[in-house]
C-alpha cells in the first residue's frame, strides 16, 4: 500500500430488496468499468416509500479505487 | 412534484430482528396515520444488547411526506 | 438507571456475511472480556472490495457499559 | 420571549422560480394551520433537473411557532 | 422496549433562572398534550443577552415519545 | 427509479450575478457531458469581494445522474 | 497570494428583499471600517417571519481580508 | 431588527462555580467594551480536573451583537 | 505539558439532580480507577423522563488523563 | 475568476516521509492527467502503522480545477 | 487558569514550504498586536496548485487569548 | 483482515519539534502496551504558544489494534 494514489467515487446504489444488495449493485456497476476497487464507505441511507412500505433502498457510497501506474 | 410542500417527521423503529425490518416497522406505523409518505433517511442507529447479542435494532427515520391541497 | 457511570468503547466488527453480523461478532468479542454491556451506536460502515464484490463488511461501533460498583 | 416554549418543524417547499420563493411556498403552507410563526432556517437546498436545467428549487427549512398557552 | 415505534419532536424552552429550568419548561409543555415522554437530548443552547447579562438562557431539545398501539 | 445506479460528481459554478445563476451555470456546464442529471444539492455557498462588493458568487453542488445501461 | 496571513470575522447581514440583500449589506458594512475585503462564505441563512411571510433574511457569514504589512 | 448587520465573537469563560457562571462571566467581560450585546450560543464545554473533581468549567460562546450606524 | 502523551475516554455520568451533578459523578467513578486526570469535554447531554419531569440527566463526557512514564 | 466552472475530483495520497508529501504525491498523480489543477483542501489524514511507528501516511484530498472551454 | 475570559480568533497562514510554516506565519502576526497568546487549534489546511506542485499552503487557525483585567 | 475485531483508543500526542514527531510519539507510547497496532486517523491538530511562537503541538488521535484471540 506504500506510494500508491488513490481515488474516490460516490454512486448511489439502490435496490427493492435490501440496504447490502444496494450496496453491491453500485460496486457490481462501478466494477464494469473501474479496475481495482479497494474500499468502500456508506455515506447515506435512503429510500422510497408506496403504499407504506419500502419501495426502494437507496444506499450513497464512496468507493476507492487505486490509480495504476502509467 | 412540481410545487410541493412536504413536511418531515423524526420516528425510531425497533425490532429484535434486522435494521430492514426497525425501518418498516417505523414507516408502517407511520402509515396507519399519515397518507403519501413519500421518502425516508436513516439518521442514526442503535440497539440494546443482552446477554452479549444485540437484543433490539433501534434505527431513527426521518420520513418525508406530501402535505394535501386544502 | 438511577446515578450509574457507565463507559463507551470503540470497536470494529468485521464479516464476510453482512453488517449486522459484523455487529454481533463485534459485540461478542466485547462480551468476552466486559460484563454489563448495555446498548452500542453504529458510527460508520464500510468495508473492502475484492473482484467487484464486497469482501468483508467493516463497522464501526460504540458499545456502552455499566461501571460497576466497588 | 421570557418563558414561552417554541416547537420546531421540518418542511420541504419547492419552486419552479427560485430558492426565495421555495421558502416562501413552505412558510405560507405552514401559515395555513400554524399560527404564531416566529422563524426559520435553511437546513438544506436541493433541486431537481430537466433538460440541463434547474426544474425545481427545494429547500429544506426548520420553522419555529410559539406553542400558546392553555 | 421490544418492537415500539417513538416519535421525537423538537421544542425550544426558555427560562430567566438556568440552563436546566428551561429544559423542564419544555418537558413540562410537552406533556400537557403528549402522554409517554421517555427521553431528551438537548441539541443547542442559545440566551438573550440584556444589560450586559443573561436575560433568558433558550434550550432546544428533542424529546421522544412511544407511539401507543391503536 | 427501480435498481438504477446514480453517480454523483462536485462542481463549483461561479456567477457575477447571483447564487442561482452559479448553479444554473454549473448544471448546464456539466449537461456539456453528461445525460441524464437528475438532481443537484448546495454544499457551499462563498464567494469573492471587490470594492466593497460581491464580485463573485461561487457554489458547491453535488450532481448526481443515471449511469446509463451497457 | 504568497505569504500573506488573513483574518476571518463573523457578521450577519439582514434584509427585508432577500438573501442576497443580506450578504451584501454585511460585506458593505464591513467595508466601512475593514480594507482588503477578500472573500466570504455562508455560514448559515435565517429569518424571521411575520404574518405567515418572510419579514428578513438573516444571513450569517464569515469573511476574509488581508492583515497589511505594518 | 430590520436592517441591522451583527457581528459575532468567540468567548471562552472560565468559573470555579458551574456552567452558568462561566457564561456570565464570559458576557460580563464582553459588556466591558462591547455595546449592544444581543445573544449568545454555547459551543462547547470543557473543564480542568484537579483530585478528582472539576476544578474550572470553561465554557466557549459565540456572542452577537449589533454594529452601529456611523 | 512538554512531551507527555495523553489518553481519553469517554463515560456517561447521570444524576436525578443536575448536569453539574452527574459530571462530577462520572469524573469522581474515573478517578476510582485513573490517576493524573487532566481535563474534560462534554459530548451530549441527554436524560430520562418520567411523569412529565426530568428524572435523571446523563450527560457523556470525554476525559484526559496523563499516560505516565514507565 | 469570473464565469468559470471548476470540478473537484477526490484522491488519497500515501508516502512513507511525511503528510506533505503524501499531499504532492496525490497532486502529482492528478496532474499527469487533468490540467488546469487550482486548489486542494485536505479531508482526511490517516496513516498504517507498523512495529509500532507510522509505516505509510494517507492522507485524503479534495482537488479542484477549472473545466475548460469547448 | 481560574476565572479567566479568553478571546478566540480565526486567522489564515499562508507559506511556500510547509504546513507547520504557515502555522508559524499566522501566530506570528497575531503576536503583532495581541499579548497573551495561548493556544491555537487547526480548523481547515488547503493550498493552491501551480504547475501540478502545491504553491502554497494555507492553514486557518483558531488562535485563543486571555483578556486582560482593566 | 477477514472476521477480526479491531478496538480504537484516543490519544493526545505532543511535541515540541512538528505535528508528525507527535503523532509518533503518541504511536510510540502506544506501542508499549498494545500489540497489533494497525492505523490512525488524526482527529484534531492544536497547540501552545509561547512568546508568540508555537511551544508545543498536540495531535489527537485515533488508534486501531487488532483484538487477538483467546
Known amino acids: 500500500m506504500s506510494n500508491h494514489v ?3 467515487i ?4 439502490s ?5 447490502e444488495d ?9 466494477a464494469e ?3 481495482n476497487l479497494r474500499w ?3 455515506m447515506d441511507t435512503r429510500g422510497h416509500i408506496e403504499q407504506g412500505r419500502v419501495a426502494h433502498w437507496q444506499v450513497t457510497l ?3 479505487f487505486t490509480l495504476e501506474e502509467e
Chains 1, 2, 3, 4, 5, 6, 7, 8, 9, 10, 11, 12 share one sequence.
Open 15 to 19: 435496490s427493492t430488496r435490501s440496504m
Open 6 to 8: 488513490y481515488k474516490t
Open 40 to 42: 468502500f464507505e456508506v
Open 22 to 30: 444496494a450496496i453491491q449493485r453500485a460496486i457490481g456497476k462501478a
Open 62 to 64: 464512496k468507493i476507492g
Open 33 to 35: 468499468t473501474v479496475r
Open 10 to 13: 460516490e454512486l448511489v446504489g
